[in-house]
């Protein structure tokens, strides 16, 4: 009870208490639920991604472009509309073998649509020999380092794209969509560089920093590189919902849904 009292008679405490409160109820909801919550979650979201990315590769480059904004499902735009069927499928290669091959996202469908183990302390669902990742096609989540070169060289053609988006007919154009495009070139570059293999690339693979060149200097690039990694789920979900939403906003702008809220500085 003193401590308490102590507690509530400190304006800095009562701020502590409060945050304690908050961060026991979240922990407590995640102990609580049941474990299918988290993968049923997973697949849902996931599952609903995947079902629109493939639609959104079929639907043609026309509806994904809209001056002076054009979808990252689209990008690059020179790579677009050359298969009939799938028109933006090229353009979505390179994404899809880095977040198929990334190590969050392996355990995500592992757990949720293999069920491979579907959650800690939760019997194998599916009674089989477990081999891993060492066989077909698992083995080729061997090549995500070479994925990730290919997602690094993609940062600077989205930035490109997100850079078009703040000019109109020559003139400085400033929409909401512009700062929809922005924002998701920054959570890509925080999920791309983030990465467990970008972390190895820049000092990850080094057992004497004092041994080489520049150590220094790439120790402290890898300190910087793993204070992101630590959020890297949270990355890779915010970045995902990026990419969902500039592509849905290019697309209901191009359907003529609303105006984009935006000013012309002629």
């Keep these: 009870m003193t401590v308490s009292s102590e507690v509530a008679g400190s304006g800095k405490g009562a701020g502590v208490g409060e945050a304690g409160v908050t961060t026991s109820i979240l922990a407590r909801m995640r102990r609580d639920a049941p474990w299918w919550a988290l993968p049923l979650t997973v697949t849902v979201v996931l599952g609903g991604f995947i079902v629109y990315s493939i639609w959104a590769s079929t639907a043609g480059n026309g509806a994904a472009h809209d001056?002076?904004?054009?979808?990252?499902?689209?990008?690059?735009?020179?790579?677009?509309?050359?298969?009939?069927?799938?028109?933006?499928?090229?353009?979505?290669?390179?994404?899809?073998?880095?977040?198929?091959?990334?190590?969050?996202?392996?355990?995500?469908y592992h757990r949720s649509f293999l069920w491979d183990p579907?959650?800690?302390?939760?019997?194998?669902?599916?009674?089989?020999?477990?081999?891993?990742?060492?066989?077909?096609?698992?083995?080729?989540?061997?090549?995500?380092?070479?994925?990730?070169?290919?997602?690094?060289?993609?940062?600077?053609?989205?930035?490109?794209?997100?850079?078009?988006?703040?000019?109109?007919g020559g003139h400085l154009?400033?929409?909401?969509?512009?700062?929809?495009?922005?924002?998701?070139?920054?959570?890509?570059?925080?999920?791309?560089f983030s990465c467990h293999s970008f972390r190895h690339l820049v000092g990850g693979n080094i057992d004497?920093?004092?041994?080489?060149?520049?150590?220094?200097?790439?120790?402290?690039?890898w300190q910087s590189v793993t204070r992101l990694n630590i959020f890297h789920p949270t990355w890779a979900w915010v970045s995902l919902f990026s990419v969902w939403a500039?592509?849905?906003?290019?697309?209901?702008?191009?359907?003529g849904w609303f105006t984009d809220p935006h000013l012309l500085v002629k």
């Design 67 to 108: 001056a002076p904004y054009l979808s990252p499902l689209y990008s690059p735009g020179w790579l677009a509309n050359h298969i009939p069927a799938f028109p933006g499928l090229l353009c979505i290669l390179v994404p899809i073998a880095f977040r198929g091959t990334c190590y969050y996202y392996r355990k995500a």
């Design 208 to 221: 004497c920093y004092s041994c080489v060149r520049f150590g220094r200097q790439r120790y402290s690039l």
């Design 118 to 168: 579907p959650a800690c302390a939760v019997p194998e669902l599916r009674h089989r020999t477990y081999r891993g990742e060492t066989s077909f096609p698992f083995i080729l989540n061997n090549l995500h380092r070479f994925a990730l070169y290919g997602a690094i060289i993609y940062m600077p053609i989205l930035g490109f794209d997100a850079v078009n988006a703040f000019s109109l």
């Design 246 to 255: 500039v592509d849905g906003y290019i697309r209901m702008l191009n359907a």
């Design 173 to 192: 154009y400033l929409g909401l969509g512009t700062l929809i495009m922005v924002v998701n070139v920054l959570l890509l570059a925080g999920y791309t």
